[in-house]
């Protein structure tokens, strides 16, 4: 997108739309997207963070990230277009299936971690 052309901002009850219908665990406050992950301790917290800022640099999106033990929360705002847009939708959707995927539940060979040893635990997946 070349710089003159305004990418679209959305208003506060199509982003509330928009996130019911595409990304229900996500929510607006105060003029960003944000969603709260749940780790099991300090290692998936560290891991949530990295997973997202590589999805971030390869987007070249960057979020807010604040965190603490056992969480992780992200927030998506277009600082330059002063609002939110495609751009936060589409890059929380990519962090929301990475962060949430379950490979024991897909059936194939990777099993997962697992959830009865708690020395593996990773995601309190929603």
Known sequence: M?????????SEAEIN?????ELPKWRYENGW???KYKTHGWKSTLMVINTVGHLAEAAFHHPDITASYAWVE??????AAK???DKDFELARKIEDVVQ???GEEGGAL???PNS?????YIKYD
């Open 83 to 85: 609002g939110v847009t």
């Open 117 to 121: 040893d708690k020395r593996f635990a």
């Open 111 to 113: 099993e997962g971690t």
């Open 101 to 103: 995927w379950q490979p």
């Open 17 to 21: 739309d928009r996130l019911q219908a």
């Open 33 to 35: 997207i944000r969603r």
């Open 2 to 10: 070349s710089e003159r052309q305004k990418e679209r901002v959305y």
């Open 74 to 79: 992200v927030r998506l705002t277009n600082h």
